[in-house]
């Protein structure tokens, strides 16, 4: 078929160009090599798993490239964005370093399994992700919550498809009518406002398991929306807000019906409009200073691990709490407040050293009046 057309496209244009008189048989040659080219770079294109920036505030400084980032390195990366420290330096040119006093209000990641790529239009930048390894944002929650613990900023954590909610803050309050379970989540779909009555369905079943997880997650992003609508002081505090959304049905979808069928179609259609909407509706409620990223993986790779132990082992373990006699975890602070203590013990101590000297070598003659006697004699009245 492909020899076909492309026998057709050079007498077409051979023809052409020679009722023209215009160009010469080289340059019918060039044209024809252009022309087959542009058909193979349509034919074949190129997906993968990646990391797509949908909304982001100016000082937010996403750059437009192909350069690859680790899916291990996402947390560090969504730190980074929401202006916190890291371990370690994350050596990636896709992100520069922003203004010190200028932070995001709030960072949404939603992961999507069982898909190569999304049609995202309209978005900030795009990576592709290497080594799809799972990774949970448990370490940016705990400094959001221990930097902003009076202000209970929100937290969420949510995975429908495995029925994990985690809320801090203020969350606790505002997401606790958040249906969960996937039996909480399918009678949402029956009552009033459900995405059931505005999404066109097409191929999706009402009555599939498969299908009603997907449209389940789906009602999710919708619901989470809805409650930021209604409680729109949330999004004009002080304190950075953390999102954290897994969803799976497309991969329950591929599994169940095959990424040739309609219904995977229809939901990877339905999918990327909703995200896309769900992302401008989060921007604009916190007044255009959210960052939003969508993470798509096929499958997810499970690290590899290497357990072994050494017949040179210690019998003394110099750290009770673990069992392998390993050493102390020390925290990454650790360097800061050695550092601390270091000098400012060294600065005590030059200043012990200063003060004993001056003592030591200080003329009487300079004292103060009530310890000096300058008349040796007694006046006797």
Known sequence: ????????????????????NKVTESAQGSRLVVILNTFSHFSTGVHGDGLTVLQAPDFVSFQKGDWPVSGEKIPDLVALTMGFSVQ?????????????????????????????????????????????????????????????????????????SEE???????????????????????????????????????????????????????????????????HRHLAKDHSPDLYSLELSGLEELSRVYGQDSPQYRDATAILASVLK?????????????????VVTVKTFEAPLTRKSRSILESKQISNPGSPYNLAYKYNFHYAVVFNIVLWLMIALALAVIAIAYNLWNMDPGYDSIIYRMTNQKIRLE
Request: glycine share 4%.
């Open 1 to 20: 078929m492909e020899s076909f057309d492309c026998t057709i496209v050079d007498e077409f244009y051979t023809e052409k160009l020679r009722k023209q």
């Open 164 to 230: 994990r909610l985690y809320m801090l803050g203020k969350a606790n309050a505002v997401f606790e009518d958040l249906p969960v379970t996937l039996q909480q989540i399918r009678a949402r779909l029956s009552q009033d406002g459900s995405v059931l009555t505005s999404l066109p369905l097409n191929s999706l079943s009402r009555n599939a398991e498969a299908d009603l997880l997907f449209l389940s997650e789906v009602q999710v992003l919708h619901d989470i929306t809805a409650l930021l609508q209604r």
């Open 277 to 293: 909407k769900f992302g401008e509706d989060v921007y604009s409620l916190y007044g255009n200073n959210a960052v939003v990223e």
């Open 88 to 160: 370690e330096d994350l050596s990636w040119p896709g992100l520069q370093a922003g203004p010190l006093f200028q932070r995001p209000r709030a960072n949404v990641l939603v992961v999507v399994r069982g898909v190569d790529g999304l049609t995202l239009p309209q978005s900030v930048a795009s990576y592709p992700l290497e080594n799809p390894v799972p990774f949970t944002l448990d370490s940016v929650a705990e400094t959001v919550h221990s930097l902003f613990a009076e202000d209970t900023p929100v937290v969420l954590q949510l995975a429908p």
